[in-house]
């Protein structure tokens, strides 16, 4: 069975930063890409933060290029999301999305960031 379970979400101060981590079980297929996705409850669409491919090359929204980072960490086998400067706008459910070799999608659960003072 396929697992997405995003970790590391929580309450920061603006300007402050969080780490959110994606970890997957199950899937059988070469990963082709992960995502960071984010969305406002009751406000729209899902809105991509953020990319890293097969061979690591990376995409960014504009809102989030030069706060944001995503890296792969291959010990712990999880695609990780720094966000630094933090703003009240990054507010937001962030959900990992994987697509495989065989265009097969897999969303997690999703995890709350909240920037607030």
């Known amino acids: 069975q396929v697992q997405v379970v995003e970790s590391g979400g929580g309450l920061v101060q603006p300007g402050g930063s969080l780490r959110l981590s994606c970890a997957a079980s199950?899937?059988?297929?070469?990963?082709?890409?992960t995502d960071w996705y984010r969305q406002v409850p009751g406000k729209g669409r899902r809105e991509l933060v953020a990319?890293?491919?097969?061979?690591?090359?990376?995409h960014y929204a504009d809102s989030v290029k030069g706060r944001f980072t995503v890296s792969r960490d291959n010990a712990k086998n999880t695609v990780d999301l720094q966000m630094n400067s933090l703003k009240s706008e990054d507010t937001a459910v962030y959900y990992c999305?994987?697509?495989?070799?065989?265009?097969?999608?897999?969303w997690g659960q999703g995890t709350q960031v909240t920037v607030s003072s």
């Open positions: 199950g899937i059988i297929a070469s990963i082709t890409l």
């Open positions: 999305y994987i697509r495989d070799f065989y265009l097969r999608n897999y």
């Open positions: 990319r890293i491919d097969s061979n690591s090359n990376t």
